[in-house]
T-cell receptor, first 114, second 115 residues
Framework: DTEVTQTPKHLVMGMTNKKSLKCEQH?????MYWYKQKAKKPPELMFV???????INESVPSRFSPECPNSSLLNLHLHALQPEDSALYLC?????????????FGNGTRLTVT | GENVEQHPSTLSVQEGDSAVIKCTYS??????FPWYKQELGKRPQLIID?????GEKKDQRIAVTLNKTAKHFSLHITETQPEDSAVYFC??????????????FGKGTLLTVNP
């Protein structure tokens, strides 16, 4: 069982669609992350939220829009994506955003853009 | 920024043998080094980590060693089992007062344990 829950598990969307990925954790962690992972590659950091405020944006295109409604929830809104955006999107959380806080990953959403 | 090199990219061993994966890092200020295991189609899971004030850490069949002078750290798995087959990622980060914490991953090692 994972302590970080992501929905949906799979998503297929067209380039003109708008969709959202959702992530939830109930461990009381105050830092939450979005990573993108392509096949046979390591996870790439996209966004970091700390205490519900955006802390890091790794120069991610504006077609990806993160949102942190509260300390337990993290969303990633998707709009006008490209086929090359197809990947596994991983949410993670940690106690805080310092180096003493291991990351706990969710099972991911496998996104296919057609 | 930090750069983490990981070797080998693939490793095949016989069940019961040991496996060693090595990583080097570039930023001497890095002070936290976790290892993640990712089975096919699953999420990365932390299996062991080490901080820069420690030279070695062991957890059952898994151990990690850190050489700060040489800026390299290694994962050692003894008595390998087929269920150890997965991709292993090393990573490095530094605690810069919490303002720009970022985990830099190596490219991964595909470990195959043959029965």
């Amino acid at each position: 069982d994972t302590e970080v829950t992501q929905t949906p598990k799979h998503l297929v969307m067209g380039m003109t669609n708008k969709k959202s990925l959702k992530c939830e954790q109930h461990m009381g962690h105050r830092a939450m992350y979005w990573y993108k992972q392509k096949a046979k590659k390591p996870p790439e950091l996209m966004f970091v939220y700390s205490y519900e405020k955006l802390s890091i944006n790794e120069s991610v295109p504006s077609r990806f829009s993160p949102e942190c409604p509260n300390s337990s929830l993290l969303n990633l809104h998707l709009h006008a994506l490209q086929p090359e955006d197809s990947a596994l999107y991983l949410c993670a959380s940690s106690q805080d955003k310092g180096a003493n806080s291991p990351l706990h990953f969710g099972n991911g959403t496998r996104l296919t853009v057609t | 920024g930090e750069n983490v090199e990981q070797h080998p990219s693939t490793l095949s061993v016989q069940e019961g043998d040991s496996a060693v994966i090595k990583c080097t890092y570039s930023d001497s200020a890095s002070n936290y080094f976790p290892w993640y295991k990712q089975e096919l189609g699953k999420r990365p899971q932390l299996i062991i980590d080490i901080r820069s004030n420690v030279g070695e850490k062991k957890d059952q069949r898994i151990a990690v060693t850190l050489n700060k002078t040489a800026k390299h750290f290694s994962l050692h798995i003894t008595e390998t089992q087929p269920e150890d087959s997965a991709v292993y990622f090393c990573a490095a980060s530094k605690d810069s007062g919490g303002s720009n914490y970022k985990l830099t991953f190596g490219k991964g090692t595909l470990l195959t344990v043959n029965p």
